[in-house]
């Protein structure tokens, strides 16, 4: 399942981060931030919670760009 999330990012160097960051957590399938659309499209692995995944997704995007948000 693919779900796109509105975000808020300063720079394209810290929307590659979050992209990293997102990549990385458990859960999810694929990640990609687009800077210039300011959206962010996650696509989960088979079962997974959306909710929960995305929190672990922010908390994990927070540690390399602590100013960032991600509207769920």
């Not at 590659?16 to 990549?23: D, G, I, T, Y």
């Not at 079962?47 to 997704?57: E, H, I, L, S, Y």
């Amino acid at each position: 399942m693919k779900k796109t999330y509105k975000i808020d990012v300063d720079c394209a160097n810290c929307a590659n981060k979050m992209e990293e960051a997102a990549k990385n957590t458990a859960g999810v399938k694929d990640a990609t931030v687009n800077f210039m659309m300011l959206k962010m499209i996650v696509e989960f692995e088979e079962g997974q919670d959306p909710k929960a995944v995305m929190k672990d997704v922010l908390a994990n995007c927070k540690k390399v760009e602590d100013d960032c948000e991600i509207y769920l």
